[in-house]
């Protein structure tokens, strides 16, 4: 248990848009990535994040927390997820290696009897919950320590192939919408857009990532 309280800067809690424990998750979770990898915050197109979330369950909010401290962001396409339904994510950072960080079982048990989440249960929204009472919880993951929060991995067999970027798009041949290449369709002899053809888009075919070694 440490007693130094970790900061997060107030752009990071008005970005996600009310209080609660798990976008300061993630923004602990990235700060450690980036620590254990070496990095700084990415500019451009450079931290991967594959976030193992999935939906219907709150700790989602972690990934804002995530996106806030590391840079990679959902707009830029840096990050993905893998819909595990798991409070992880592995990070992987070109030519620095990858990192996977998972929220401790003993951590999550820790917070769940809070009152924070009785107001949750009620279907209370967490901006409407008394600032005292998320203060409180926010409090309890600021001041945990590194390894009270997290089991992290290092991966170094982890080998990720982000899809190549390219501008070249086509007109679909049915609605007349300009659609990037990679996702059109071939439907009765015309290059279709997903919407026109029918079919599923299939984000993951493109971002599936591969460990070797192990
Ligand atoms: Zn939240
Ligand atoms: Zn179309």
Redo the contacts with the bound molecule.
Sequence with gaps: MSTQKFQIPDWAYEFHGHPCPFMPIGYRMGTTAMQKLGVKRSKNHEMHVLSEMGVGHPQGCMQDGIMAATGATFGKGMLEKLHYGKVAATFWYPGKGAVRIFLKNDFQDKLSPHEFFAYRKKGVEPSEIPVAVSRDIIDIVLRASESELFDIEMLPGFVYRPVKGSFAKAK?E????Y?FERYLRIKDNKK??I??SGQEPAEHVFYHPVTENE
Excluded at 174 to 177: I, L, P, Q
């Design positions: 679909c049915v609605c007349g919408e659609t279709v857009c919407s026109c």
